[in-house]
């Protein structure tokens, strides 16, 4: 379920609310808790502080209307309460992936093989 808030948070989000505080927020990240009740949102918001402040002010207005377009859109019957937060590191899984493949091509022919 949380790729599914996300992907709908992000259609949302980036194209749907007319509110240009939103303009550079993006949706990292979806944890929804194993009952259901609460979704933890992480969202990249570039710009400055001050931007990224009103930004985060901006979602949490649009909270019950973001919520009620899940409602309709995914057809659950309790929707999770969402709480954002800001992503300090919302390039963290690219990193990695790029670490690990340069660990995989500083490795030897003879480390490949089992």
């Not at 808030?5 to 992000?10: A, D, G």
């Not at 509110?19 to 933890?40: C, F, I, N």
């Not at 979602?59 to 937060?85: D, G, I, Q, T, W």
């Not at 590191?89 to 690990?100: G, H, S």
């Amino acid at each position: 379920m949380s790729e599914a808030v996300r992907e709908e948070l992000t259609e949302l989000i980036g194209f749907e609310l007319d509110d240009p505080r939103l303009l550079d927020v993006t949706v990292t990240e979806v944890r929804v808790s194993p009952d259901g009740r609460y979704a933890h949102i992480k969202v990249d918001l570039g710009g400055d502080e001050p931007r990224q402040k009103a930004a985060l002010a901006a979602l949490e207005h649009a909270r019950h209307y973001l919520r009620h377009e899940l409602s309709s859109r995914l057809n659950l019957r309790h929707v999770p309460e969402l709480n954002f937060e800001q992503d300090r590191y919302p390039d963290a899984d690219r990193r990695v992936e790029i670490l690990l493949k340069r660990a995989k091509k500083s490795r030897g022919p003879a480390e490949k093989q089992p």
